[in-house]
Every structure is written in C-alpha cells, then in structure tokens.
C-alpha cells in the first residue's frame, strides 16, 4: 500500500511534513526489518579460545540472554519502549528493540563454560578449545 500525500495550499511546508511522515514510516519498516534480525559480531580465534565479541550500545546485561543448545550459541537482546503512558512525544526515535543472532560453534570448543562479559556496549563471550581438540606433542620411542 502506498501512502498518499495530502496537499494542503493553507500552509505551503504541509506538504512537505507530509512527505516527511511518509519517508519516515518507510524507514521504520525497513529498520524493523533489518534492525529485528541482528546485530554486528566478530567471531575470531584467539590462541586457545574463540572469541565472539558483538556490539550492542545501549543495553544491559539484564537485558541480554546467551544459550547454546546443540552446538548453536543464541544471543538475544531486548529492550522495552522507554515511554510513560502520559507522554506525548514530539520526537521518537528509541523505540522497543528485540535482535537476535545465532551461530553454530565448531565442535572444537567447550560450550560448558562461557565466559561473558558487557562492557561499553560490546559484548565479549570466550570459550576454549577442547583439551581433546588441543595440540599435543608426541613422543617418538
């Protein structure tokens, strides 16, 4: 559905408000689209670790909930619209955020224990090599 732009000749900047309104709404489905489904991530390895670090400004941890299940590590960030029912906004753009992204881990590391850390909106999960998955020297007799 395409919206429609009312001209009002009253007030010469009408026309463009509207237009801005409908701009801004088309904006607003794209970033649902987009900014619903996830979130920048580096996974990289670092030694005997695996390193995922992904950016996630303006959240807590409180509001942030790892898991693996099957060697799928989840990461799920979701925020709640900061607005009072008695608030008449004249501008909002923070509105409520719920991103995911999902990875399956190589089976070379330990899922058992992730060490997670938050800090100035990057999140940092570490996770280390099997001791089966580690290099080994071997002795020749």
Known sequence: MVPTIRRTFDNPFQALRDFDRVVNRMWDSVEEGVGSTGFPVDIIERGEHLVVTADLPGFTKDQIDISVEQG????????????????????????????VRRFTLPKAYDTTEVDATLESGVLTLKLAKREESRPRKIEVK
């Open 72 to 99: 799928v590590l989840s990461i799920e960030a979701k925020r709640d619209a900061v607005r009072d029912d008695q608030d008449k906004p004249h501008l909002q753009e923070r509105k409520a955020t719920h991103l």
